[in-house]
């Protein structure tokens, strides 16, 4: 509907055929279909040396006369009539030549009819679900299935228009794949909170959370989370998309707008996901070039962030085979916002320390109560997550390191932080590494 249409007039071989004129009437349904002001177009035809003159005072019928001093030559496109479609979609109008006549009827002409189908669409939108402000989500590919089946993908804005369609039903699914991001402890922590019960929860950032699949929220879905943050296996459904409604269904396809869908990228709680990317450096992303420089933190040592919380790893002096707890020391100005989850990757040289168990402990320290989930299975890299229903507002030992010493005498390792996010970006944390040196 809306669109304009050449509806071109076919015949075969008119060679050595003497037609020097033709005259006929093209039939049509006047509901479907609407003359233009010209209402033929002989261009690149093989009438493009005859006179054409059209009729269009009956509704739903347009009469052509043409004729030339050279006779008719070739087959393919005789002439072009040009239409106007203002039918509701999902609607058909035959289109009938009678008469028709070359001539006075000789050489004699066998018709065939035509047909035109307006085409339905379907508009519509597909936003991100727990988002607190409007953000359509891109590259969502639509499939409608039926006869023939058709598909198109979501613009920039979330915005998509699905054609094509044939006259039968129709089922449009929506799926999308990548542009995972804004995964973080603090999505486990924000479920921690719900369950106990001092923090809300969207119906959408309900479905959100149910990272297991079996229906109902509970502490394992923030555990798989975590789990997904530190890239251990067995995560459940974290970091795959879902849409609400599933699909939908279509008897026909007419002309249809605010088909709008919600897209869910399970874990992400928050609604802190962007379209554009990552909107923090993503744990599973992290690499570390040179893990023996101190500033291989982004804000190691950054001047002028006194305000923003600090994580610290001290300079430490070991034995040959000796185990080691290595205090994480946490400075919190006042002001902040209190720390609810955490996450950083720590690196180190394998050939001088390994992780002692899971590597990190949160007893008796500021983390005591929290969850704290470790990934040491990448030599050279331990990742961490940390999350509660609590809150970390003051000043002390964060966690605890368990490390052991497999390095000979006078071997280090640097301790370097990367990744460090604190709750979700706010506040932002400023990262001071470590090291160990073995002297005896």
Not at 147 to 167: I, K, M
Not at 362 to 368: I, K, P, Q, R, Y
Not at 421 to 426: H, R
Request: aromatic share 8%; charged share 10%.
């Amino acid at each position: 509907q809306g669109a304009t249409l050449t509806v071109p007039i076919i015949v075969s071989d008119t060679t050595g055929k003497g037609v020097i004129s033709y005259d006929f009437a093209l039939n049509f349904d006047p509901a479907v279909l609407q003359p233009q002001p010209v209402a033929f177009d002989k261009t690149g035809t093989l009438s493009s040396s005859f006179e054409v003159n059209a009729g269009t005072g009956t509704p739903g019928r347009v009469v052509i006369s043409g004729f030339g001093s050279l006779p008719l030559s070739g087959a393919g496109t005789m002439v072009n009539l040009k239409f106007n479609v203002i039918g509701t979609a999902p609607t058909t109008s035959l289109l009938t030549l009678a008469p028709f006549t070359f001539n006075e009827g000789i050489p004699f002409a066998e018709v065939m009819p035509g047909q035109v189908f307006v085409q339905g669409t379907i508009r519509g939108t597909v936003q991100y679900g727990t988002s607190a402000t409007p953000v359509g989500v891109p590259s969502v590919a639509l499939s409608g299935a039926g006869s023939p089946n058709v598909s198109t993908t979501t613009a920039s804005d979330g915005s998509y228009r699905l054609a094509g369609f044939g006259s039968g039903a129709y089922t449009v699914t929506p799926t999308k794949t990548g542009q995972v991001n804004g995964i973080t402890a603090f999505d486990a922590s924000l479920i921690s909170q719900f369950l106990v019960g001092t923090a809300q929860l969207s119906t959408n950032q309900r479905t959100a959370s149910e990272v297991s699949g079996n229906g109902t929220i509970t502490s394992f879905d923030a555990a798989l989370i975590a789990q997904y943050v530190v890239a251990l296996p067995n995560t459940g459904n974290a970091g795959l998309w879902q849409f609400a409604p599933p699909s939908r269904n279509y008897a026909t396809v007419g002309s249809l707008t605010g088909e709008n869908y919600t897209a869910i990228l399970i874990g992400e709680v928050s609604g802190n996901w962007n379209p554009l990317g990552a909107p923090f450096a993503s744990l599973n992303l992290v690499t570390f070039t040179n893990p023996d420089n101190n500033a291989a933190s982004p804000t190691a040592n950054k001047p002028g962030t006194r305000s923003n919380p600090q994580i610290s790893i001290g300079q430490i002096r070991a034995s040959v085979g000796e185990t080691l707890s290595i205090p994480v020391t946490f400075t919190y100005p006042a002001g902040n916002p209190a720390l609810r989850a955490y996450q950083f990757d720590l690196s180190y040289d394998p050939n001088v320390v390994v992780p002692n168990g899971a590597g990190a402990d949160g007893a008796s320290t500021l983390s005591s109560g929290f969850a704290v989930v470790t990934n040491p299975s990448t030599p050279g890299r331990l990742r961490i997550a940390v999350f509660g229903s609590g809150s970390i507002s003051s000043s002390g030992t964060l966690l605890n390191l368990s490390f052991r010493v497999v390095g000979g005498r006078n071997s280090t390792s640097a301790l370097a932080i990367g990744g460090l996010l604190l709750n979700e970006g706010n506040p932002v944390g400023v990262a001071s590494n470590g090291s160990i040196s073995v002297r005896r």
